[in-house]
Structures are given as structure tokens and as C-alpha cells.
RNA sequence: GGCGGCGUAGCUCAGUUGGUUAGAGCGUGGGCUUCAUAAGCCCGAGGUCCGCGGUUCGAGUCCGCGCGCCGCUACCA
């Protein structure tokens, strides 16, 4: 039985009615919950319900729904979430967030049966050849999760692999898939949709067997991104207040890369964060440039000058030397290790790390000085800083591709140098280098302001 | 009301399963350097880890209570 409003001509959900709460008496009461007591009510307790849509009287009618049976499914899905707690056994760092509200809620709670259909005139109807299915539509949580195999079905179709071959993706344990969300869609991700494909697996397998629908290797959640303009208050970022800044208008002056940069550094991982523009310009300028950019020019530059744009001889290396190209396979390996765990922020401070390290090493060795006294240990110094340049050009890629791009024009690398395990290869003597350019410019504030 | 999150240096934030003197970047004070996009490097100052209590040999970390801020509790995707 559901509350049915007359002149509307349709079943109301439980937030569309409101009336008296049987409890405390509060006219701030809903179907579902009372806004003054907060009790959760049954949906045909509420004292002169009345429809938020026309503010008539609903009726109740008769309605027929299909469910999808959370309460069933919920001893597999717990034991498939206990296995996310421990990223040794599954591979991957959850978030503590979203165990957290998913786990948390069911131990807590349990789950119940939810309706997957609706009465509505719009939306995807549901593809039964049932009479009772008339007029109905899909809730959009059981359809929209589905577009994510459907559209990979297509996707697959039309570069002319056949729709079959979304199972390559979808039904394969080898293929692991991860949904990046916010942090308002965590139960949808990490229940409604496990649940759902877990009802249509055969085996007792929690993760699926090979021809199964595979559940989500990781789901991660961010939290929200407010906004700060210069010399206002941080808001909620919101499109009918117009304090958006639209890709589009961004893109139409600057360049994609500091954006992609700040939004990376300045993530919600863990909690809400705000995108400054001043933070913004500030660490554009202040790291991407003059840590990153500057390194790569001042080798650049370096090399072009004083050995006619060649790789100079490794040489014999000192402890110094070593030390650094050390660090250039350890930052490959941080970096991937917190890529892998899905910490962007810390991943991209490793590649900031090594960036930084690299001007230690100029700073320390002193090229410009041994290019007067030993041109012997000046070109190995600048061996090192050009082996420090081609890990970075790797390490930047997943982040900053166009930036990468320039990178391994100047480096004069292959098509292959985004793959992970060259980003430590080591360039050769004499191998050419392209000319120095500016990798990135500052970006003034008077400028930004005005767009 | 229920569920969940946050509170760590002046600012923005890291702190994995409790384990030495709590870290990074920026900012700030002092110094060095010139290859480089007026860039870079070094050193220093700066913290009652929101408060109180508890568990423990040991708590930023675990438990309880309190204070403050915030999100979810949708037929939006």
C-alpha cells in the first residue's frame, strides 16, 4: 500500500508527504522520519498526511514493487566488505571511509529489502512482459550502476570488438574495477551494486568466478571540493550560485596541467577541502614551476650549453652520484605504491620529492662550478641530473600528461616512456636531447582574477 | 533523533596495524649560491596533536564523556 495523490495523479515517495507525527506531535513530520523527534516512522502512521506536491489529502492504493533482497544478501555482502578491511588479502587500501559507512551501517542497522521500481512516467521502464509492470520505472540506483556494463558494452561494440566482449571487463578477475565516487554515493557503490551483482553469481565465490560479474576491487570515495575566491568566505561550490569555475572557461585561457596539478595536491581524500585560487597560483608557481619546472630547465639548459645537447659520460660515479640515481628508483617505486593504494596526494608528493631532490643534487655538486675546474665530474653531474629529468618525465605522466609530453620531447624519448619500469632507464651517452623550453609558466594572479 | 566524518605548526595538510626527540609543503627569521622561469640550497624558530577521564610498560593513534564544525538520512546522477 502506498499514499497516492489524486490530483497529481501519482504515488507519492516518502518525502513528498508530510503531517503530524504521532509521536511528538511536530508538523515537520515526513512519511518515512519525523524532523522534529527524528524517529523513523511507518508510512501510514503520519497524522493528517497531506502531499507536498498539490497539498491535497493522498490516498492510499494498492501498488505492486520489485525488491531487491538487501537482507538476503547481506551475510555475503558482510563477508565480502571484511575482506576490504585488510589490504593484504584483497589487494587494495580501502578508505576507512567508506568501510566505515557501509560496514558500519549494516553491523549496525542490517539492511533491508529496498524497492528497485517506481511509479513514474519517466525513466527506464522495467523490461518485464508483466501487466503489473505497467507505467513502472526503474529506481535510478538499480539502472544507473548497470550503464557502467552497458556502456562499456558499447564502448566495446563500436571499436568493433562486439558488445560481447564488455565480459573482458566486467566478468574476468585479472580486470580490476575501481569506482572513484563522492563521498554521497559510498552505499550505492559499496552495497546496492555489490548486492546486485552478487544475486545473479551462481557460485558462493564473494568476489565472483571467471564469468562472473566481478564486484569492485575499490571503491574511493572523495569528500567534497568547496571553492574560495580571493577575499570571500569558502563556499559550496554550486552551479545555481554561479561560483563554479567551468572547465570550459578555464580551458579557454590556461593551460590543463596546473589545474590537474592543484586538484590532485589539494584532493578531499580524507576530509573536505576548498580550491583557493590564491593557493592555487601560489602552489602553481611556488612548486610546479620552481621546484619541477626549474629543475628540468636548469638541466636543460645546462646541457644544451656546455655538451652540445648530448647525454655527457656517466663517468665514474661518486657516492653522491649513486645516491641520487638511487633516488630515482626509489621515488618509481614510492610513488607506484601509493598510486596502487589510490593516494594520490602522497603519490604526486613523491614525484614532488624527487623533483626537489634533484635541485639538492645540483645545489650540492655545484655543475656550474666543476664546469670550470673538471669538466669530467661537471658532465657526470649532469648525467645524473638528465637520469633524474627521465624518471620524473615517467613519474609526472599519470598526473601531468602534457607536461610529461613536453618532458620526453626534450629528452628526445620513445612513445614508450609512460610505461612504469622505463622510467629508470638510463639515458646513454650522447644521446640527443631536444632544445630547453619552459615546461611551465607562472601564472599571475591579475590575470586568473580577471577570468 | 539515527549514522558517519573532521578538530595535529601562522596557513594547507600527512601520520599505515599504539612504539625512540610528532612530519611535509607554504609562510616567517638568518645564511649560502648563480646553471636556471628574480629560480635553487642550507640552518633556525614555531605544536598542551580540541578538552577531560580511562585502558596500557607506552596513546596523536584504542575506549568513554564533553565542546566545536560538517555531511548523509532523495524518485538528482
Known amino acids: 500500500m502506498q499514499l497516492y495523490d489524486v490530483e497529481a495523479e501519482q504515488f507519492l515517495p516518502d518525502r513528498f ?35 507536498v506536491l498539490t497539498k491535497t489529502k493522498p490516498e492510499l492504493r494498492e501498488t505492486i514493487h520489485w525488491y531487491l533482497r538487501l537482507d538476503q544478501l547481506q551475510p555475503r555482502l558482510v563477508r565480502w566488505l571484511e575482506t576490504k578491511k585488510d589490504a593484504a588479502s584483497c589487494g587494495a587500501h580501502w578508505r576507512a571511509v567508506v568501510l566505515n559507512q557501509s560496514l558500519g551501517r549494516i553491523k549496525k542497522e542490517g539492511l533491508r529489502e529496498r524497492s528497485m521500481t517506481r511509479d513514474l512516467t519517466w525513466g527506464v521502464p522495467v523490461p518485464l512482459d508483466d501487466p503489473d509492470a505497467e507505467g513502472k520505472s526503474l529506481y535510478v540506483w538499480f539502472d544507473a550502476p ?14 568493433g570488438d562486439g558488445a560481447e566482449a564488455y565480459a573482458t571487463w566486467w566478468k574476468d578477475p585479472d580486470c580490476k574495477v575501481v569506482h572513484f565516487i563522492g563521498e554521497d554515493n559510498i552505499v550505492f557503490h559499496a552495497i546496492t551494486w555489490p548486492a546486485m551483482m552478487l544475486a545473479t553469481h551462481d557460485s558462493e565465490s564473494i568476489q565472483g568466478e571467471k564469468g562472473e560479474y566481478q564486484l569492485p576491487h575499490n571503491v574511493v570515495a572523495n569528500s567534497y571540493l568547496n571553492i574560495k575566491f580571493p577575499g570571500k568566505e569558502e563556499e559550496k561550490i554550486s552551479k545555481s550560485r554561479g561560483n563554479a569555475v567551468w572547465i570550459e572557461d578555464y580551458s579557454r ?27 592555487f597560483i601560489q602552489r602553481n608557481n611556488g612548486e610546479l614551476v620552481n621546484a619541477f619546472g626549474n629543475f628540468i630547465n636548469r638541466t636543460m639548459t645546462f646541457a644544451n650549453r656546455y655538451f ?33 593504494a589510490c593516494h594520490f596526494k602522497a603519490a604526486l608528493g613523491e614525484v614532488m620529492a624527487l623533483a626537489r631532490s634533484g635541485n639538492v643534487y645540483f645545489d650540492e655538486t655545484k655543475p656550474f662550478m666543476t664546469r670550470k675546474t673538471d669538466m669530467d665530474a661537471c658532465g657526470r653531474q649532469i648525467n645524473v641530473c638528465l637520469q633524474t629529468a627521465r624518471t620524473l618525465t615517467t613519474l609526472i605522466a599519470p598526473f601531468l600528461p602534457f607536461t610529461a609530453d613536453r618532458c620526453a620531447a626534450m629528452l628526445k624519448l620513445g612513445e614508450d616512456y609512460r610505461s612504469w619500469s622505463s622510467a629508470t632507464n638510463e639515458l646513454h651517452e650522447g644521446h640527443p636531447l631536444g632544445a630547453a623550453e619552459i615546461l611551465v609558466r607562472k601564472l599571475d594572479p591579475d590575470t586568473v582574477f580577471a577570468d
Open 17 to 51: 508527504v508530510s503531517g503530524i507525527c504521532p509521536h511528538c506531535g511536530s508538523h515537520r513530520a515526513f512519511c518515512d522520519q519525523c524532523e522534529g523527534c527524528g524517529r523513523t516512522l511507518d508510512s501510514t502512521s503520519l497524522i493528517d498526511p497531506v502531499s
Open 308 to 340: 652540445e645537447g648530448k647525454v655527457p659520460a656517466e663517468g665514474a660515479r661518486t657516492d653522491v652520484d649513486t645516491a641520487q640515481v638511487r633516488r630515482c628508483g626509489e621515488a618509481r617505486a614510492r610513488t607506484g605504491e601509493a598510486l596502487e
Open 146 to 159: 548497470i550503464g557502467y556494463v552497458s556502456f562499456t558494452a558499447a564502448l566495446c561494440e563500436s571499436n
Open 253 to 279: 585561457s590556461f593551460d590543463p596541467d596546473p589545474l590537474r596539478y592543484y586538484l590532485t595536491a589539494a584532493a578531499p581524500e580524507t576530509s573536505r577541502t576548498a580550491f583557493d585560487i590564491d593557493d
